[in-house]
């Protein structure tokens, strides 16, 4: 006894056949098409069964076939995607055949139909999934990798169709449209595996001793252990300027992600080996005179000359 037969059995003949009526009355009769309830829960289960073997071809190639290759990091999430994506749009296609009855050479008018909507709503929409496309095959920026976008920087987390998702340093989630990501600049600091280099920039008060300085620097970005000692950390005599001498500190890294920690700790030895040395930083204030105060043998740079008693 089949199905049919224990619904029969239960409801009766007369129920029954009322309910499969009912699903299968067309309440859209076109020529091309005809739509039904039960062709729209045929449809939707068509469609989730394809999400459902999606997830799971997509989990078996990550797991078991991917990790045997040699393929990078990036490029195995846009596999991964593709592989997503078709997947979907087979189970779309068939869904629309199987459900709907649509022959597959009409989908062109309901394409036709919905490219007059992108046109006029959609069009945002469509730009950002272009540029995701974009973004996947052209791989300027890659799953993991650290960019800065703006005065905004963080770790690529995911990489969609329609957006990028980004975690700041502040363990935030950034949404960026995809579209912004290809017509705007930005800067990515994981893209080439090589060295990098770090400008830091100094500004000591006039009549100081640059050779010194100059000294005191170096002796700095050596004591941090990311700095690398080959290319040698190097300063550069900048200008003159109204109030101080610019100097910037140039040293090389092989971490670019972690560069604002290696800018802070080489911040911090310069600190300390100022304040073993003597040294003071010149204030940047604009129009504001610096004056060196002598007091106890110990020299005091950097106070306005409206502050002294």
């Not at 999934?129 to 005065?151: A, C, H, N, T, Y």
């Not at 006039?206 to 950390?233: F, I, Q, T």
Request: net charge positive.
């Amino acid at each position: 006894m089949g199905f049919k037969g224990l619904l029969f059995l239960f409801f009766g003949e007369s129920i029954v056949s009322r309910i499969i009526y009912y699903l299968n009355y067309p309440f859209i009769n076109q020529e091309q098409y005809k739509v039904s309830l039960l062709s729209l829960l045929l449809l939707v289960a068509i469609v989730a069964g394809a999400t459902v073997v999606s997830r799971y071809t997509r989990r078996f190639l990550q797991k078991r076939v991917l990790p045997r290759s040699s393929i990078d990091i990036g490029l195995q999430y846009t596999l991964l995607r593709i592989v997503h994506y078709l997947i979907i749009l087979a189970g779309v296609l068939y869904a629309l055949k199987l459900g709907l009855s649509i022959d597959l050479t009409s989908i062109a008018v309901i394409l036709g139909f919905l490219s007059v909507g992108i046109g006029f709503g959609l069009q945002y929409v469509a730009s950002d999934v272009i540029s995701g496309l974009i973004l996947l095959f052209e791989r300027p920026i890659r799953v993991g990798d650290r960019i800065k976008v703006e005065d905004m920087e963080g770790r690529v987390e995911s990489i969609s169709v329609r957006a990028t998702l980004i975690i700041t340093n502040d363990n935030m989630a950034v949404i960026v449209p995809n579209s912004v990501l290809v017509r705007n600049k930005f800067t990515n600091w994981s893209y080439r595996k090589t060295n990098v280099r770090l400008r830091i920039p100094v500004a000591m008060p006039l009549g100081s001793e640059v050779d010194r300085v100059s000294d005191a620097l170096v002796e700095a970005s050596r004591a941090v252990p990311e700095v690398l000692k080959n290319p040698a950390p190097r300063v550069n005599f900048i200008e003159f300027g109204d109030t101080s001498l610019k100097l910037e500190l140039l040293v090389w890294i092989n971490e670019p992600h972690k560069h604002a920690q290696i800018r802070s700790s080489v911040n911090y030895q310069v600190d300390r080996v100022f304040r073993e040395r003597g040294f003071s930083v010149a204030l940047t204030q604009p129009n504001v005179p610096v004056l060196t105060l002598r007091m106890d043998q110990e020299t005091v740079h950097g106070l306005p000359i409206e502050q002294k008693h």
